[in-house]
């Protein structure tokens, strides 16, 4: 029973693919996400063998708080400027690409309905960074939600996307209503630290009063200043979580 259970999935996932063909996360071409090995339908590759070469992933030595790649005369240091400068809510970051390799298709990712890239994205992450997400103990991954009536009209929420499919590669658990964006707040892109600080006042609404998990991984897409992370992490503190750590897709690095 099992057998024809599998025999099934496998025609299914090879019908859906032949209707809705992966596509490549860099380039956007069409893949072959499956192929046929001895008779048995095994899935394929998640990114063309070429494109795989001109994504940049966030490269030791790093900002030891937001994990922001260290470069020049600023590698020997143990924080970037904007750490240095400014006391994080959250303990630790870490993110998988230099933004400015993907910035394409973290926004297709985003804005044009390419979930599927996600697939790539996670497991990357578990390439990467899998062991490094294992040791921390974290026991609740929470992605960073979208306003109600936006997520409406997107469609998805990216960042939720992104945080199920790392959640099934890590085998930890993941809440994506624990945390609820209870207002619209201005493009963060056109504000500054402070205007973005402001903006997030009083825009996160946490679930309940006190939360079990003691360590918890907020997800994202992008790390720019911190300050949507540190506003959930705040929050998580404040409802009893000892340890929380983020993980983005991409973040920018020092020049």
Do not use: W
Not at 61 to 85: H, N, Q, S, V
Not at 187 to 212: E, S
Request: proline share 3%; glycine share 8%; with cysteine.
């Amino acid at each position: 029973m099992q057998t024809v259970t599998k025999e099934i999935k496998d025609i299914f996932c090879v019908v859906k693919e032949i209707v809705y063909p992966g596509r490549c996360p860099v380039c956007d071409g069409i893949l072959n996400t499956f192929e046929i090995r001895n008779g048995r339908i095994k899935r394929g590759r998640l990114i063309h063998e070429d494109c795989i070469k001109k994504i940049k992933f966030v490269k030791t030595p790093t900002c030891i708080k937001c994990g922001k790649g260290l470069t020049g005369a600023d590698a020997d240091r143990e924080y970037c400027d904007d750490c240095a400068k400014m006391k994080h809510a959250y303990d630790r970051g870490f993110s998988l690409f230099q933004y400015r390799s993907v910035s394409g298709s973290v926004y297709r990712f985003k804005y044009m309905g390419r979930q599927e890239y996600a697939d790539f994205y996670a497991r990357a992450t578990q390439k990467a960074l899998g062991k490094k997400l294992s040791g921390l103990g974290i026991d609740l991954i929470v992605p960073v939600p979208m306003y109600a009536r936006k997520e409406a009209e997107r469609g998805y929420n990216q960042a939720e996307v992104y945080a199920r499919k790392v959640s099934e590669m890590l085998d930890i658990p993941m809440k994506a209503d624990l945390i609820q964006r209870t207002r619209n707040t201005l493009p963060m892109k056109n504000l500054d630290v402070r205007g973005r600080r402001n903006n997030l006042k009083k825009a996160f609404n946490i679930q309940r009063n006190d939360v079990k998990f003691k360590c918890i991984l907020i997800i994202d897409d992008i790390y720019t200043t911190g300050s949507t992370i540190d506003e959930i992490a705040r929050l998580l503190r404040l409802a009893g979580a000892e340890k929380v750590y983020f993980l983005t897709l991409a973040i920018g690095q020092t020049t």
